[in-house]
């Protein structure tokens, strides 16, 4: 069975400009959550998708949004992006994310310049 | 809300020697607790979870972790390291039923050396 896939691996993007990354979740899971992981903040939560519609979410400002397909593909945007915004973001798909746990992909590199 | 205490940035030890990863936990609620390992440029792979039943949890690479609910800790353990066990560790935390939002402690660098 495949995993988790993201695209893409590597991303560099300037300030003030707005980028989208993809996961596709392994097969027959419906919940998607995402992460950023960062040295100074280390992984934080963003938030999670299941049957299309946001199920959980964390503390990050509104500039950080998402979908998710009836595929179950999510995609997570980024709007009006900050130096700060440079970080590993991570996807994690489950079967429900109730009691079942997650399985994360390799993860987008994102570099803002 | 939960939150995760890893209280060892770094771990050095020799190959064939046990090691000990802490982590402690907080909650006001029922928790799942699980520990994740992640090589350099990788993401995260699960090495174990607790969700319920008994308190000594086994995982793969010979990894296993014991759930003390009194003491608020799941503290990872391994009777004999590998050089290629050498990785940063995560322990993670979700309330009960909601396994999907984890809640992350700030890693555990184990070094193993000859």
Same mark, same amino acid.
């Given at each position: 069975?495949a995993g988790?896939t993201q695209?893409?691996?590597?991303?560099i993007k300037?300030r003030?400009?707005?980028?989208?990354?993809?996961c596709s979740p392994?097969?027959?899971h419906?919940?998607?959550?995402?992460?950023?992981?960062?040295? %100074?903040?280390?992984?934080?939560? +963003?938030?999670?998708?299941?049957? #299309?519609?946001q199920?959980n979410?964390?503390? $990050?400002p509104g500039?950080?949004s998402?979908?998710q397909?009836?595929?179950?593909?999510?995609?997570m945007?980024v709007?009006?992006?900050?130096? %700060?915004d440079s970080?590993?973001? +991570?996807?994690?798909?489950?079967l #429900?994310?109730?009691?079942?746990?997650?399985f $994360?992909?390799p993860?987008?590199?994102?570099?803002?310049? | 809300?939960?939150?995760?205490t890893?209280?060892d940035?770094?771990?050095p030890?020799f190959e064939?020697?046990?090691v000990?990863?802490r982590c402690n936990y907080?909650s006001s609620?029922?928790v799942?607790?699980?520990?994740y390992?992640?090589y350099?440029n990788?993401g995260l792979?699960?090495?174990?979870?607790?969700?319920?039943?008994?308190?000594?949890v086994?995982g793969?690479?010979?990894?296993?972790?014991?759930?003390?609910?009194?003491?608020?800790?799941?503290?990872?353990r391994k009777?004999?390291?590998?050089?290629?066990?050498?990785a940063?560790?995560?322990c993670?935390?979700?309330a009960?039923?909601?396994a999907?939002k984890?809640t992350?402690?700030?890693?555990?660098r184990?070094?193993?050396t000859?």
């Amino acid at each position: 069975k495949a995993g988790v896939t993201q695209t893409p691996r590597y991303l560099i993007k300037t300030r003030g400009q707005q980028v989208t990354l993809s996961c596709s979740p392994i097969s027959g899971h419906r919940s998607v959550s995402w992460y950023q992981q960062t040295p %100074g903040q280390g992984l934080q939560f +963003l938030f999670e998708y299941f049957s #299309e519609t946001q199920r959980n979410k964390g503390n $990050f400002p509104g500039r950080f949004s998402g979908r998710q397909f009836s595929n179950s593909r999510s995609e997570m945007n980024v709007s009006t992006l900050e130096l %700060g915004d440079s970080a590993l973001y +991570l996807c994690a798909s489950s079967l #429900e994310g109730l009691t079942t746990e997650q399985f $994360f992909g390799p993860g987008t590199r994102l570099t803002v310049l | 809300a939960q939150s995760v205490t890893q209280l060892d940035s770094q771990v050095p030890v020799f190959e064939e020697a046990p090691v000990e990863l802490r982590c402690n936990y907080s909650s006001s609620v029922s928790v799942y607790l699980f520990w994740y390992v992640q090589y350099p440029n990788q993401g995260l792979q699960l090495l174990l979870k607790y969700l319920s039943g008994s308190t000594l949890v086994k995982g793969i690479n010979g990894f296993e972790a014991e759930f003390n609910k009194s003491q608020t800790s799941f503290h990872l353990r391994k009777p004999s390291v590998h050089i290629s066990d050498t990785a940063e560790y995560f322990c993670a935390v979700s309330a009960a039923g909601t396994a999907s939002k984890l809640t992350f402690g700030t890693g555990t660098r184990l070094q193993v050396t000859l």
